[in-house]
């Protein structure tokens, strides 16, 4: 391995990067015969003589490349025959009933995608795959996701009681900023669940703990009425239960997840926000029947972090953007409307770190050079193997089942 390209993302709103420029040199520094190929881009939150100046030669051709960085979905007609990629394909999760096929960049047809891979030789890493032992993922966005989700559904509260909103995360371009900016607002009384124990959820209860709201337990939640906010989170450990009354066990979910309900219905009704920040297989329960959202008069907003489209928040009909982060839908008809004060607002941003591009691809940048790079170009001790969807034009073992999605 002695050359590595860093693709121009093909989507406008995407500024995120794979590797910053301090991190280009680092890692030339620590292999002399690599070079390393960006791109050039002007969306990109680094701009090219950032990466000039740190040892990157800047160029269109990444034919020279043998392993060809990303961050979102690559378009098809862009991919080169035989190399080798890593981004985020949103292909993994796709299984037999293709109910997580609508993941990840709007209109992005992943058949389209997958039967190209295969038929111009390509191999496939995916960044969401590469894992430890006990399936903890190397590295990712999601702590940022967390945040920068928690910021948006924050705001969209304070809109939805009729305060004025806080300036929008990506034109702070600081999280710094932002921190600051929760710090002096009142929430009134809000009610706040978090569903989730991952990166996301870690991020979104991390930036809360810089507002002026309180935690409070799950058991003193549904009866809490004192005038403050608060916010309650709810572990995966208590957002579903087992549908035979056993005890909870979290690698007995992850392994036969059609065996738990969920229990977050038990919460609903007596909170104002519901940040969803968990993980979710589609195999996994929907965790509210959206039939019942009329039922919850004091919901007035919903988060929706994890941004599965008609997946575990049946209300996220369709992925929001940056520029318009909030939609909303009639109670009764569950239709998509205008903004009134009946409605449910939804925020379903699906690249919430691209508002702090800086802070979040320098975060995961780290862990390429510490937790992926090295396994590429020195030994591979399994990781990089277990994240390869696809090689020599087929499937591997452990992705076969996406066959089945391509072919039907």
Known sequence: ??????????????????????????????????????????????????????????????????????VKEIEPSLLIPSKTYIFFSHTSKIKSDYSAAAQGTPGMDKKELLKEILQKNITLIDYENIRDNQSNRYLGF???????????????YL????????????????????????????????????????????????????ANIDAVEPGEFNSYNKSKSVYCNLPTSLYVKSKNNREFNLQNFIQYPDMYASSLED????????????????????????????????????????????????????????EKPYFYIDRDSLEEVKNDKNSLAIMAVDNLPSELPKNSSEEF???MVSE??????????????????????????????????INN
């Open 159 to 210: 809109e939805r009681i009729g305060e004025s909103a806080m300036p929008r995360a990506y034109i702070e371009d600081s999280f710094k900023k932002i921190k600051d900016n929760i710090s002096k607002k009142n929430f009134d009384n809000a009610k706040i669940l978090v569903t989730g124990d991952g990166r996301v959820a870690k991020g979104v209860l991390e930036f809360l703990s810089f």
């Open 1 to 70: 391995m002695k050359n590595i390209g860093i693709i121009k993302e093909s989507r406008r709103d995407e500024k995120r990067v794979p590797l910053i420029p301090s991190q280009v040199k680092n890692l030339i520094n620590k292999y002399s015969d690599l070079k390393i190929t960006v791109q050039p881009s002007s969306h990109r939150c680094f701009i090219d003589k950032e990466y000039e100046k740190m040892g990157a030669i800047i160029d269109n051709n990444l034919d020279k490349c043998d392993l060809i960085l990303g």
């Open 372 to 405: 992926v790079i090295p396994f590429i170009i020195e030994k591979d001790d399994g990781r990089i193997m277990n994240a390869t969807i696809c090689s020599n034009g087929k499937f591997c073992r452990s992705y076969e089942y996406l066959n089945d999605y």
């Open 142 to 156: 999601g702590r940022f996701a967390g945040i920068v989700g928690c910021y948006n559904s924050l705001n969209l």
């Open 365 to 367: 940048g780290g862990g």
């Open 267 to 322: 919460y609903l009704p007596y909170a104002t926000l519901l940040i969803s920040a968990h993980y979710w297989d589609p195999k996994s329960p929907v965790l509210f029947n959206k039939k019942n959202v009329q039922n919850y008069k004091n919901l007035i907003a919903i988060g929706d972090i994890t941004c599965d489209i008609n997946g575990s928040i049946p209300t996220t009909l369709r992925s929001s953007t940056i």
